[in-house]
Every structure is written in structure tokens, then in C-alpha cells.
């Protein structure tokens, strides 16, 4: 089975991957389309851009064909992609995976992305995507795409990997629930300047509720229109 989750930025994604690679059966991809989103963005300025258009295809077919699609020895394979990332990119290749989509509670999301990108915009929160991605595989796949929501994972992590699990019809192992701390082979060659907490931890740490606070001013029109999509989107997360 390919198992492909698509997240915002800073929303427990690494995580969520880190777990699965926990997994004796599942191998793990981290952000294939990347350095396509870069090269067809050349005025996204991200930390490490030079070394990431260096480390993957800049072409989509390239990654879908080399990446997504190509022959893997596990029995599973997980692939983390970033909603944003995905702009214009032909998405049949969906069909052939168990899509799990992130959320996050915008406040919080954009609270921690400001902490990395001076200024984020909508389009960089992903949940604008995500809706999209939603909707269109709600209404094409007789498997309905499983809405993750971040907050409830970290809650619970136990009962939730679980219900996640037995969405995609695969079994739970415990293993999933903890990781050494430190990078994986795995990673991206962008880990360094994106990955440093989840490098530190070592499972799902439970939410602060502390980081329900103030937002910049200069966001709270990225945080309206975010939350909008949110809302929506969280109606139809996966429940335990």
C-alpha cells in the first residue's frame, strides 16, 4: 500500500512519519515534490533552497514516476508531502494511495510557521489546498481520504494511531508510538532548519494548552481565512 499524507507546514507531519517508520512493514519518503515546488516558485525564499533544488527532481513526472510510483521491496510505503507543494502537479496518482490529509488548529500553526518564515501567507498554511484535495478525492475515490486532526493525535496517540490504522485496514503496531531522538536517514536534506524539535523527541508530545496565545497582528487576516477552511475541514476529521 502506498500511504500518502499531505500536511501544512508545522503540524506534526515529521512526526507522524517518524512514527510509521517505526513500522516493520512501511518504509518512509519525506517531501519528494519539494524541489519541484522551488523551482516553480522561484520567489520562495526557504531556508536551504539551493541545497534542496539539488537533492530531488524539479519535474513532477519525474517524481511521481521515480518516487511515488516506482517499485519498493516493503510491503508499505509512506510518503509525506506538503499541500502547498502539490500546486500543479496532475494528482491521478492519488488514486493508487490511502490519502491521510493534516490539520492543525490555525492559531497554532501559524504562531509556530512565523517562527521560520518571517511572514507567512495562506498559501503557505496549506489548509486552502487541503480542502481542495479533500473535496476532490471525497467526490472520485470510493475510498474516502481520512482527515487526521493533529491536536487529537498528540491527545491520544495510542487510541488514534489505532483508528488511523484500522482506516487504512492495516494492523497497529506499538512501535509507532516512540522513536530514538536525533535525525533519520530519511530525512530531506532541509531537516536541519525545519526538523529540530522533533529531533529532540522521542514520541507524540501532548499540546500546550499555553500555545493558545496572542497572535501577530500583521497575520490575523492569514489566520481568518485559514480558520474558515479549518472549520470546515475539521467537521469531517477522523474521530475516536
Known amino acids: 500500500m502506498r500511504i500518502h499524507q499531505i500536511s501544512g507546514p508545522r503540524n506534526i507531519s515529521t512526526a507522524l512519519m517518524y512514527s510509521f517508520a517505526q513500522r516493520p512493514d512501511t518504509l518512509v519518503v519525506d517531501e519528494p515534490f519539494y ?4 523551482a516553480s516558485n522561484p520567489n520562495v525564499d526557504h531556508p536551504g533552497r539551493e541545497e534542496v533544488l539539488l537533492s530531488l527532481p524539479v519535474d513532477w513526472q519525474g517524481v511521481i514516476d521515480g518516487i511515488i510510483l516506482k517499485d519498493y521491496s516493503s510491503e508499505h510505503v509512506f510518503f509525506k508531502n506538503m499541500a502547498h ?6 494528482l491521478r496518482f492519488m488514486h493508487d494511495c490511502a490519502n491521510l490529509l493534516l490539520i492543525r488548529h490555525p492559531l497554532d500553526l501559524l504562531i509556530s510557521l512565523s517562527k521560520v518564515l518571517e511572514n507567512p501567507s495562506l498559501r503557505e498554511t496549506g489548509i486552502t489546498q487541503t480542502r481542495h484535495y479533500f ?6 475515490q470510493e475510498i474516502k481520504p481520512c482527515i487526521v486532526h493533529s491536536e487529537k493525535l498528540l491527545q491520544n496517540p495510542s487510541a488514534y494511531l489505532l483508528a488511523i490504522c484500522e482506516q487504512l485496514g492495516i494492523p497497529f503496531y506499538k512501535q509507532m508510538l516512540s522513536w ?3 535525525a533519520r536517514k530519511e530525512d530531506g536534506i532541509w531537516a536541519k532548519y525545519w526538523y529540530e ?4 523527541s522521542t514520541g507524540f508530545q501532548k499540546p500546550k494548552e499555553s500555545q493558545h496565545k496572542a497572535l501577530p497582528s500583521f497575520l490575523k487576516p492569514v489566520y ?3 480558520l474558515e477552511h479549518y472549520l470546515h475541514l475539521e467537521k469531517y476529521s477522523l474521530k475516536i
Open 35 to 38: 524541489a519541484y515546488y522551488l
Open 135 to 140: 473535496e476532490l478525492l471525497s467526490t472520485s
Open 197 to 200: 524539535a522533533v529531533h529532540k
Open 224 to 226: 481568518e481565512e485559514a
Open 180 to 182: 530514538k531522538a536525533g
Open 85 to 90: 507543494h502539490l500546486e500543479g502537479v496532475e
